[in-house]
């Protein structure tokens, strides 16, 4: 557990520290995903949209446990979820399990 802590903690740094990967939402959360389901966690990266505007906006992030990492609860609940992938990088319905569904104009 604290293994999974550390590798949280170091993701964020890097992130801070390379302002190009902090504004990828993609790229920082491949880097979290993949070095905790490398630590033995059950890391989960989700794909999601929503609509801005008129524009529909994507965003990628990374959930353990349930939990958004580096990112808030309600920031991410504002995101319809297209596909998630757990921690062997295998596509799960992530519409099925939190039973979300799609907004029509996604169907």
């Known amino acids: 557990?604290?293994?999974?802590?550390?590798?949280?903690?170091?993701?964020?740094?890097?992130?801070?520290?390379?302002?190009?990967?902090?504004?990828?939402?993609?790229?920082?959360?491949?880097?979290?995903?993949?070095?905790?389901?490398?630590?033995?966690?059950?890391?989960?990266?989700v794909v999601g949209v929503k609509r801005v505007t008129g524009n529909i906006v994507g965003h990628a992030w990374v959930t353990l446990d349930g939990e958004p990492i580096h990112e808030r609860r309600k920031e991410v609940e504002a995101f319809a979820r297209l596909v998630e992938f757990g921690p062997r990088g295998r596509a799960i319905d992530g519409n099925a399990e939190h039973e979300e569904p799609l907004p029509h104009v996604w169907q």
């Open 1 to 45: 557990m604290r293994e999974q802590w550390v590798i949280i903690n170091l993701s964020a740094r890097v992130a801070r520290i390379r302002p190009g990967l902090r504004a990828n939402c993609l790229e920082r959360s491949l880097l979290t995903y993949r070095f905790l389901a490398r630590a033995g966690a059950d890391p989960h990266l």
